[in-house]
Antibody, heavy 118, light 108 residues
């Protein structure tokens, strides 16, 4: 079955960087893009951006431009999201999901909690 | 891009129907037929329930239906069941993506 499995929880200090991985299985990785969505504690969903697993094209949310980088490794069917210059309000559960959004995001990874605290 | 507007809460008794609205603008909801809906239970990842306004992925019960009129999309859950109690989010694609503010559905 189609599955996305994310890396484990992270605790980072303000100003540091974090890199979250998302390993895909059960489908042809390069046939779909991967989107990243985050959810702060008790808050709603926020779209962060998308990367094409076919050619590496990206589209980032404007508010994260300059701080976020999304990449893929087609040899291992893994997508990565790196967020730099972390602040306390970056504390959230970070999800990867298959798709660009036009036909929805499906499925989703299990989520990775990133805690930013001094 | 501003978040799409959803009511904070909705409720209904078992067997009844509940409808959740999702209001955007002509630049997102109203301009494209790329509205999707997600169900999220506490501590779990979201699950796709509706895509392209009204299409259901395989495995999603036909009690869930979607529609759109102008800048407002809607999700209707008919024949409410206890397991439908969850948070629901809409999303619209318009080059980039934007989510709704979320609606907590309570089954009374």
């Amino acid at each position: 079955q189609v599955q996305l499995v994310q890396s484990g929880a992270e605790v980072k200090k303000p100003g540091a960087s974090v890199k979250v991985s998302c390993k895909a299985s059960g489908y042809t990785f390069t046939s779909y893009g991967i989107s990243w969505v985050r959810q702060a504690p008790g808050q709603g969903l926020e779209w962060m951006g998308w990367i094409s697993a076919y050619n590496g094209n990206t589209n980032y949310a404007q508010k994260l431009q300059g701080r976020v980088t999304m990449t893929t490794d087609t040899s291992t069917s893994t997508a990565y999201m790196e967020l730099r210059s972390l602040r306390s309000d970056d504390t959230a559960v970070y999800y990867c999901a298959r798709g660009r959004g036009m036909a929805g995001f499906d499925p989703w990874g299990q989520g990775t909690l990133v805690t930013v605290s001094s | 891009q501003s978040a799409l507007t959803q009511p904070p809460s909705a409720s209904g008794s078992p067997g009844q129907s509940v409808t959740i609205s999702c209001t955007g603008t002509s630049s997102d909801v109203g301009g494209y037929n790329y509205v999707s809906w997600y169900q999220q239970h506490p501590g779990k990842a979201p699950k796709l329930m509706i895509y392209e306004v009204s299409k259901r992925p395989s495995g999603v019960p036909d009690r869930f239906s979607g529609s759109k009129s102008g800048n407002t999309a809607s999700l209707t859950v008919s024949g409410l069941q206890a397991e439908d109690e969850a948070d629901y989010y809409c999303s619209s694609y318009a080059g980039s993506n934007v989510f709704g503010t979320g609606t907590k559905v309570t089954v009374l």
